[in-house]
């Protein structure tokens, strides 16, 4: 080995991993023009270094549908960390491109197809999604990467049982941060607390880099919080933050936690911090003001959300969850059983069943609202907000010992599970004696 | 000449974006919220690592200063950021498996599970990963080694001593550390586990052209780094069929990791599942088309003859045209019996490259032979004083195929193979052999040869 010794001080290369540096002769002359090294101990998983990179690789190798891929997948690996669609347009035609250039047995390549189906789970087209990784599954069933898409495209469909069956197949086939995660979120839908922790608890050691772990303390934290815990919930979602600080969810998830803990000044924070990040939670964060009597400003932050969604209505682009859910509190009920209905022909999850009951029942068609209100709990999933629809729902039909049980279970699961709404179940309760 | 003065010399060269090791998934997840709206809760990353489990690579060769043993050497975790403390799953059975009869079945394998003293930490935990701070607190491992042969298992070593990463003023005075991370095992042995720095080094051109078309993986640093090795120097006498490496030298080794799975709703198994596998290196990444390479991680060699996939893949790999097409040259018709003798059966004097090498014919008392990736070393093979990086291909025995040494540039060799060579002419003069790629660190003379961890100052 003394050769490599007498090597070693006129030239080296090493591809650590997957990443080849290469030592220059002496004279320090870059041969390429590449960019010079960064301080030791940079991350090495970087993504906005890695779509760089990738896109200069496709400079000069403009046909690799490999490369192209992986480019989608990054943009959309992109789109879900900023909050930013401009990412979902690139990451389509990147894979899209990739789908469409020749690849060594002949057909599309594997992960652009399931590329595909991401990317249709991000853009909430659900069947879509099913349709891309079914393809993907006849193409290459022992590419584990398609049945991740296809259990979150069943979950968000409502379709549970094939949602677990695609879950056991990952469970089987490749224990890991995938399918834990997933089997979590079905044990959770199940109202299954303590082995969804368990198997999050296993994610969060395995996660690979500071997204991941982030995603599953997030994860740990909203089950914690949804179980009535916010002190546990907010450590969960600390520990997120301390990996990911600019992890939107955990921000917001960490602004209910200490409103409920009565740290309301640093609810406010985190939620003005939460909103800054991504729109997603200003109907959450006007909630908690209405609730501290600021009716102005909690205004402006609906203003912002019926703004937002004018704009992607304007683009063709209309959610009619977030919508129905927010017109049947703070607008016109009617409008959101339209948009529900419209959601419920496309699917049939447990939330879109809760969010139909109560917008019925906010219109007044208390009968109709219930059987959706009971389609919501049919998994058994412990959700205070469900527990709490139903009550009222029962309130209206004159239900009261059903409506106490509704709003009694709806406190005992989660007691903060919303400012206003817990405020009512209490005061709901109270007066019937 | 120290390291630390040559290190502004590197140029890193990300866009070249290549990898001998397999980051086995890249696992798309989840639904996104849509932005400005919030009606999805369920917003995972696009990617899953899953460093822990990855097996990178795996060495074994004759032992150069003890050469009555082999050292097999298998490296996880990859891309490790110097002063981060890296853990192996604690869920996870690391395994190296010996093959000593060719039938593809383990004859001996050495187990590891590891344990945590404290609770972990991930080495992330800090957004800016190269200033240590009050998250990065070493959190060390112990581990347990078995052998498992004829059915039972021994314990080897207990509350074995891992060797952590060098953080500086946590770790004072490394080397000791390393020292005592290296222990002698009973019956003649030593073992190694723990963080080294990463020995993998590779010409960039070669890496260019032997995975173009093969997932870009989304790493970028510039700087060197480390990963987790489980080492093992172990007597012939233990590995060779019947106890006699004279007249059974070949043994064919492959790593393997199997993580601890879970049931959901109440029924299902919590067995372990293998999720990675190696033996000669790029195999999976080159050989196994992409479709396949999930399936590959979790099949066993014994299976690789009849399962459907390892022989044709083998036989006719996709990958040889398309490199063929980049690089503007001929790739050998199939059916590509060289590739096959390469990596399914070892090289004999009966086969397409008529030199008897690594074969389990070879083994006097074998009998029924089986087609297995495997790893395939022939412990006879005299060491070699100068040894060259090309191996065989330089006619140099001792190197890659036959094992694999620290020294040798699998990369160059693999693509050169999948060209053609050593059976038929190739082409030789893709890759410039005055190439500069050559180990980062020096490796040691001695057990467990791998360089100690890499640090901020080299």
């Not at chain 2, 060259?388 to 193979?417: A, C, E, F, I, S």
């Amino acid at each position: 080995m003394s050769r490599v010794r007498r090597l070693l001080p006129l030239l080296g290369c090493v591809l650590l991993g997957c990443v080849l540096l290469t030592l220059y002769a002496p004279g320090g002359l870059l041969r390429r023009d590449e960019p010079p090294p960064g301080p030791v101990g940079w991350p090495p998983y970087d993504l906005a270094g890695s779509i760089e990179a990738a896109q200069h690789r496709l400079r000069r190798n403009p046909d690799d549908a490999a490369v192209w891929a992986s480019l989608g997948t990054m943009y959309l690996e992109q789109a879900r960390r900023t909050s930013d669609a401009a990412y979902y347009g690139k990451a389509g035609a990147a894979l899209r491109r990739s789908l469409r250039l020749p690849t060594g047995d002949g057909k599309p390549y594997i992960d652009a197809v399931i590329g595909m189906g991401a990317l249709a789970n991000a853009r909430h087209d659900f069947a879509a999604a099913v349709r891309w990784a079914e393809r993907a599954r006849r193409e290459a069933p022992h590419r584990w990467a398609l049945y991740g898409v296809l259990a979150d495209a069943y979950l968000e469909l409502g379709r549970y049982e094939q949602a677990e069956s695609t879950i056991r197949r990952m469970l089987d086939g490749r224990p890991d941060l995938a399918s834990f995660t997933r089997a979590a979120r079905l044990e959770q839908l199940h109202g299954r607390i303590g082995p969804a922790r368990e198997l999050l608890r296993r994610a969060c050691l395995i996660a690979g880099d500071p997204a991941e772990y982030a995603f599953c303390q997030w994860q740990l934290g909203e089950l914690a919080w949804n179980d009535g815990d916010p002190r546990a919930a907010r450590t969960a979602y600390t520990q997120a933050l301390a990996a990911d600080p600019g992890h939107v969810p955990s921000r917001a998830g960490k602004a209910r936690a200490e409103a409920a803990l009565g740290h309301v000044k640093q609810a406010l924070r985190d939620y003005a911090t939460a909103v800054a990040g991504s729109p997603s939670y200003v109907v959450e964060y006007g909630e908690l003001l209405q609730h501290l009597g600021r009716r102005a400003t909690a205004r402006r932050q609906y203003a912002v959300f019926t703004a937002q969604h004018k704009l992607l209505a304007a683009k063709g682009d209309v959610d009619h969850l977030a919508l129905g859910t927010f017109e049947a509190d703070h607008g016109d009920p009617r409008s959101a059983v339209r948009h529900l209905r419209a959601e419920w022909k496309r699917r049939q999850s447990v939330e879109v069943a809760d969010a139909l009951g109560w917008a019925l029942h906010r219109t007044g068609r208390h009968a109709a609202a219930a059987a959706y209100a009971a389609r919501a709990d049919r998994l058994g999933g412990r959700n205070a907000l469900f527990a709490y629809h139903r009550g009222e729902i029962e309130r209206a039909l004159g239900h009261r010992e059903a409506a106490r049980a509704h709003l009694s279970r709806a406190l005992a699961i989660n007691p903060h599970f919303s400012p206003i709404r817990a405020a009512r179940a209490r005061k709901l309760l109270a007066a019937t004696p | 000449m120290q390291l630390t003065s040559v290190r502004s010399r590197w140029a890193w060269i990300a866009a070249g974006g290549a990898a001998v090791a397999v980051l086995t998934t890249t696992v798309l997840l989840g639904p996104t919220m849509r932005p400005g709206t919030a009606t999805s809760h369920w917003d995972a990353p696009a990617t899953t690592l899953d460093k822990q489990i990855d097996a990178t690579d795996l060495y074994a060769f004759t032992s150069p200063e003890r050469p009555d043993t082999v050292t097999i050497v298998a490296n996880y975790i990859p891309f490790q950021a110097p002063h981060k403390p890296y853990q192996f799953d604690t869920d996870a059975r690391y395994e190296v498996h010996i093959d000593n009869a060719g039938t593809g079945r383990p004859a001996v394998t050495y187990r590891w599970t590891f344990a945590n003293k404290g609770l972990p930490v991930p080495s992330f935990l800090r957004k800016r990963e190269h200033q240590a701070g009050p998250f990065d607190k070493l959190v060390e491992q112990s581990y347990t080694l078995t052998r498992l042969r004829d059915g039972k298992g021994e314990t080897l070593v207990r509350d074995g001593y891992v060797a952590p990463t060098d953080m500086g003023p946590a770790t004072p005075d490394y080397p000791a550390l390393r020292r005592r991370a290296v222990r002698d095992l009973p019956g003649g042995g030593k073992v190694f586990t723990g963080t080294a720095a990463d020995p993998f080094y590779s010409d960039n051109h070669a890496v260019s052209l032997l995975r173009f078309g093969l997932p870009f993986f989304p790493v970028k640093t510039g700087v060197p780094m480390n990963v987790s090795a489980l080492a093992l120097q172990i007597p012939k006498s233990e590995l060779a069929l019947a106890g006699d490496p004279a007249r059974n030298p070949v043994i064919g080794v492959w790593t393997t990791a199997s993580r601890r799975s879970s049931g959901v709703l109440g029924s299902g198994s919590d067995g372990y599942k293998q999720v990675s596998r190696l033996g000669n290196p790029n195999y999976n990444e080159v050989i196994i088309p992409l479709k396949e390479r999930d399936r590959f991680n979790a099949l066993r060699p014994e299976n690789d003859e009849s399962g459907g996939l390892v022989v044709p893949a083998t036989l006719d790999p996709d990958q040889a045209r398309v490199v063929a097409r980049q690089a503007k040259v001929a790739a050998p018709p199939a059916p590509r019996k060289d590739l096959e003798a390469i990596y399914l059966t070892g090289l004999s004097a009966d086969g397409p490259l008529k030199l008897d090498l690594n074969s389990h014919r070879l083994n006097a008392d074998a009998s029924r032979l089986a087609r297995a990736e495997e790893l395939r070393l022939n412990m006879s093979t005299p060491v070699t004083a100068a040894p060259g990086r090309y191996g065989l291909l330089k006619g140099d025995h001792q190197g890659y195929p036959n094992g694999r040494r620290l020294v040798d540039d699998v990369v160059t060799v693999n693509l050169r193979m999948l060209l053609g060579e050593p059976a038929g002419r190739g082409a030789p003069g893709l890759v410039a052999e005055d190439s500069p790629a050559f180990l980062l660190k020096p490796v040691s003379g001695t057990f467990p040869y791998l360089a100690l961890p890499v640090t901020a100052t080299g």
